[in-house]
């Protein structure tokens, strides 16, 4: 890539409390190949208490503080702030694969107008917990739940290029892939009323604007550490159950299922029924197992359990719940 085609590029890292991620995020962008000059690593920092701030001083990076305990929120005070024709945020527990990251993602930017952004997939190390090996097997880390309610990046393939595939989106058909290297600019100016950072619903709002072609750069590679342990990724479930889904669901553009759809209605039964019985989830794990040479896909049956499980349970025990039954 020539020194003219090196476009200055945006990563926004939100941070509270990631005194043990962001040293390695840090150090997997800063290792890249792309000029350093044209790279604008920004830092926003939700007030943490421990020595985020301070790691990420010895690095070559802008650091913002605010006090609004909402990464989303800082995710769009770091879009607001950036310079580059292109911006991209990541978070302080995803390493950057390879050394030639950025010039793999900007590649279709470049080379095609009408893609309005890119993105990869999620890769794993042979050193990594199991559970972390098995979200890995989907690209898009997505679990039996996911899948069941959302398309794959397959169904959506228009074009196949050397280094990458060019996608179409349609209002009803969009994968759940976030991450995603936007034109700065085209991105703004379609969601420049949002105080928020709401990925899969901007997916939505630019796929309505006509900015409906992705790129899917899969030879990029994000390393993500979703979850170490069953008890860690139950508690983000709950989490984000709680507070981010039920409780925002009225406003949300970008809906996993519809209750009042027969189809979904079949599929969260069949959902259940999968994930209870066990022994399909065994087959599965088995399959997953044999086709990609690691036994962490026989996490398949016991995630398929209690993710199923404490979403219906969240869902029952929920007031908030009652706003899907209505709409």
């Given at each position: 890539m020539r020194k003219k085609r090196y476009p200055l590029i945006s990563i926004i890292i939100p941070t509270l409390n990631e005194e043990k991620n962001i040293k390695r995020c840090l150090s997997s962008i800063f290792r890249q190949t792309y000029p350093k000059k044209r790279l604008e690593v920004i830092i926003v920092d939700d007030s943490s208490t421990d020595k985020t701030v301070n790691i990420a001083k010895k690095y070559p990076v802008k650091i913002i503080?605010?006090?609004?305990?909402?990464?989303?929120?800082?995710?769009?005070?770091?879009?607001?702030?950036?310079s580059g024709k292109y911006a991209i945020y990541i978070d302080a527990d995803v390493e950057l694969k390879g050394t030639m990251w950025f010039q793999k993602m900007v590649k279709p930017l470049e080379e095609n107008g009408t893609v309005i952004g890119s993105f990869t997939r999620k890769y794993s190390r042979?050193?990594?917990?199991?559970?972390?090996?098995?979200?890995?097997?989907?690209?898009?880390?997505?679990?039996i739940v996911y899948k069941m309610f959302s398309p794959s990046i397959k169904s959506v393939i228009k074009e196949k290029h050397k280094d990458y595939f060019v996608l179409e989106y349609k209002e009803n058909r969009i994968p759940p892939a976030g991450r995603v290297l936007y034109r700065r600019k085209e991105l703004l100016k379609e969601v420049k009323n949002y105080n928020m950072f709401l990925e899969l619903d901007f997916l939505v709002v630019m796929t309505k604007k006509g900015f409906n072609k992705f790129a899917y750069v899969s030879k990029a590679g994000l390393y993500h550490h979703h979850a170490k342990s069953l008890k860690e990724l139950i508690r983000k479930r709950k989490y984000n159950i709680r507070n981010v889904y039920l409780k925002t669901y009225e406003k949300k553009l970008y809906k996993w299922f519809d209750l009042k759809n027969l189809i979904d209605l079949f599929k969260i039964v069949l959902l259940i029924?999968?994930?209870?019985?066990?022994?399909?989830?065994?087959?599965?794990?088995l399959y997953k197992s044999i086709k990609y040479k690691d036994w962490a896909g026989m996490y398949e049956p016991v995630v398929s359990l209690f993710i199923t499980d404490i979403i219906i349970w969240e869902f029952l025990n929920n007031p908030s719940s009652v706003n899907l039954l209505k709409n």
């Open positions: 503080v605010h006090n609004n305990k909402h990464g989303e929120i800082g995710k769009m005070i770091g879009f607001r702030n950036a042979k050193s990594d917990p199991p559970l972390e090996r098995y979200y890995a097997l989907d690209p898009l880390q997505r679990d029924v999968y994930s209870n019985t066990i022994f399909p989830g065994v087959i599965v794990g």
